[in-house]
């Protein structure tokens, strides 16, 4: 069983390998003009509610929307291997155990997750940002990887064609990379809209991430948040995995 | 050792006006193949043998009927399926390799996934790339090899972890005559030292020459199942053949005498030849296509 996540997870690892520093430089590029536009530029001229600056509140909404993109974007490449290349057939037809291929999937796209998260810490501490990161604020991050990880996997068994991959990406990341808790804090949006917002596992990845940040006390229950989707969106991309059969 | 019983196949699907379609891939096949045999599925493009296959690898859900191996009865959804699992060695007829990995990856994966050990791969990754010709492209990625190395390379990957049961979807398509035939003497080394075979063709001379028992397929039905010999002996050895204003005519008979008659009372040009396994099949399908 744990050999057979590691499979999965290998074949991913090498073809990192292979790109490891185009990986490493694509990555580098949204996060540093995020933190040069509105951390640097415009950061400096705001306050906010809590009187700290713009560029410490920013860091942690930064690190959860691109931890979220990454793997999201990491997992989706299995459309290619189930529509084109039909690679995913030697999994299933192959004596592993089922579900290893939804976690070892899910584990790879952490992984690219982490790493670049790390670069973003690197950046945040060069921009001058102060920040705590605590072994909490790891496995906040971790899971966020994992969530969209799963969400990732389960969009590439149900979606048809590349281009809708592109609508997920447009229609529903982006508007929450800007909309939950990561750029400001939700509380200044209408009601209806927060209620919304705050149902959304990135805004509890948001609070969870610059509340430990600011040594601010969190409440544990959005990390339940967090593990229940986790575990519905595992249920979810299971299932399409296996119904790839029929 | 296969043993399938009424096993089909419909597949619902939206069709063009997006309304719900069903389509019969395969109806109610039985087969019963026998440890240590190549047992050939012959027929048109669109018959079922593709389907089929996917169903006896445990790729697709049978929409009904059952399957024996060993005479156990094996569900896709089993606890144990993967213990059967194991034993199949799988040419897929489209290639299904991971592009982004290069030859010796795409092996090594295939090793990892039946579980070799390190020291198992490496000897057989090496073996087998060198056996089927294609070991000075072994650090190349999948995707710049030629189509037909590719083939070769599908070959070896299936062979890699010594399975009991080798299932063979057009695995000679895109070969040059040359590699065919080494890919045949092959697959006889193997179902010697019992390895029994599946495989789907729809080059006749293939069937012919490999198989040891002929199972014929047509719209998902199987028309009748015998040795090449079998079939020929049955359906005719000798083939009046003569040309019909524009088109070639034919017609089976079991002695020499007979077609020598036939072919005298004809008022048009012809000549008489021994059949072959291609007579029968246009004979019991009815259909030229997709040979
Ligand atoms: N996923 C599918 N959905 C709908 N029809 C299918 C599907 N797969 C195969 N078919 C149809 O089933 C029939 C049998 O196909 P196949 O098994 O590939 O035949 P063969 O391998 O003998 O050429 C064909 O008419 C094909 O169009
Ligand atoms: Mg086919």
Not at chain 1, 106 to 113: C, I, Q
Not at chain 1, 168 to 173: F, G, H, I, K, P
Not at chain 2, 246 to 249: F, N
């Given at each position: ?8 997870f290998?074949?991913?690892?090498v ?6 520093t185009?990986?490493i430089?694509?990555?580098?590029v949204?996060?540093i003009?995020?933190?040069v ?6 950061g400096?001229?705001?306050q906010?509610?809590a009187g700290?600056s713009y560029l410490?509140?920013l860091?942690?909404g ?7 993109n990454i793997s ?6 299995v459309?290619?291997?189930k529509?084109?290349?039909k690679?995913i057939?030697?999994?299933l037809t192959s004596?592993?155990w089922p579900?290893?291929?939804?976690i070892?999937k ?8 982490l790493?670049?998260?790390a670069?973003?810490?690197c950046?945040?501490?060069?921009f001058?940002?102060?920040f705590?990161?605590?072994?909490l604020?790891?496995l906040v991050?971790?899971?966020?990887c994992?969530?969209f990880a799963e969400?990732?996997?389960a969009a590439?068994?149900?979606i ?5 991959m592109g609508q ?6 982006l508007p929450?990379?800007?909309?939950c808790g990561t750029?400001f804090s ?8 927060r ?5 959304l ?6 609070y969870?991430?610059?509340g ?6 969190v ?8 593990l229940?989707?986790?575990v ?5 991309g ?5 119904k790839l059969r029929? | 050792?296969?043993e399938v019983k ?5 597949f619902?699907?939206k069709?063009k006006?997006n309304?719900?379609?069903?389509k019969?891939?395969v109806?109610n096949l039985?087969?019963d193949?026998?440890?240590g045999?190549?047992f050939?599925l012959?027929g048109?493009?669109g018959?079922?043998k593709?389907t089929t296959i996917r169903?006896?690898t445990?790729?697709?859900?049978p ?6 191996y ?5 569900d ?11 034993m ?5 007829q489209?290639?299904n390799f991971?592009?982004d990995l ?9 090793g990892?996934l ?5 020291k198992d791969?490496?000897e057989r990754?090496?073996e087998l ?7 000075e492209v ?7 090899l030629s189509?037909?190395?590719?083939r070769r390379v599908?070959i ?5 972890h010594n399975?009991?049961i080798?299932f063979m979807d057009?695995?000679t ?7 065919r ?9 193997l179902a010697n030292k019992g390895?029994?075979v599946?495989?789907t ?5 293939e069937?012919?020459e ?9 719209h ?7 040795t090449?010999q079998?079939f020929i002996?049955?359906?005719g050895?000798y083939?009046?053949?003569w040309?019909?204003g524009?088109?070639?005519?034919f017609?089976?008979?079991?002695c020499r ?9 004809l008022d048009a ?5 021994k ?9 019991m ?5 997709g040979l």
């Open positions: 069983m744990l050999g057979d996540i590691w499979t999965v290998w074949r991913d690892w073809v990192l390998k292979h790109r490891m185009a990986f430089l694509s990555r580098m949204a996060p003009l995020y933190l536009a509105f951390g640097w530029g415009l400096r001229s705001i906010t509610a700290g410490d509140f860091v942690p930064i690190m959860a929307l691109n931890s979220m999201f974007n990491s997992v989706i490449q459309h290619a291997e529509v084109y290349h690679s057939e030697e999994y004596p592993i579900h290893a291929f939804v070892g899910t584990l790879a796209a952490v992984l690219r997750g790493i670049s998260s670069i973003i810490i950046l945040a501490y060069a001058g940002a102060n705590t990161i605590t072994p604020f790891l991050l971790v899971l966020n994992a969530v969400i990732g996997f590439a068994m149900y048809k064609t590349y281009e809708h997920v990406n447009t229609y529903a990341l929450m990379s800007f909309l750029f939700t509380h200044t949006l209408p009601d209806a809209l209620w919304f917002i705050e149902l596992p990135l805004t509890h990845t948001s969870l991430l610059r430990i940040a600011m040594n601010q006390e409440s544990l229950l959005s990390v339940g948040v967090l229940l989707y986790l519905i969106v595992f249920v979810v299971s299932k399409a995995f296996l029929e | 050792m296969i009424n096993l089909s196949k419909v619902k699907y069709d006006k309304q719900m379609a069903e019969t891939a109806d039985s087969l193949i026998k440890a045999e190549i050939g012959l048109p493009n018959s079922g593709t169903m006896l445990m790729l697709l859900k929409t009904t009927g059952e399957i024996f060993d005479g156990r009865h094996v896709i959804d089993d606890k144990d399926v993967r213990e059967v699992k194991q199949f060695g799988i040419v897929p489209n290639l991971d592009m290069t030859v010796r990856e795409n092996m090594e994966l295939h990892r039946y579980h070799m050990n390190r791969r490496e990754i090496s790339l060198k056996y089927v010709g294609v070991e072994i650090n190349d990625k999948v995707r710049n189509g037909g190395m590719k599908l070896a990957r299936a062979l890699m399975p009991r080798l057009e695995p398509v895109a070969l040059d005559p040359q590699v035939r080494r890919i045949w003497e092959l697959i006889r080394q390895t029994t599946l495989i063709t729809h080059y006749i001379e069937a012919e490999l198989c040891d028992r002929v199972a014929i397929v047509n998902g039905k199987l028309l009748d199942i015998d090449p079998g002996s049955r359906l050895r083939v009046v053949e040309t019909e524009t088109h070639k005519e017609k089976l008979f079991n005498e007979e077609a020598g008659q036939y072919l005298t009372q040009p012809g000549g008489i030849r059949s072959n396994l291609e007579d029968v099949f246009i004979e399908t009815g259909r030229k296509e």
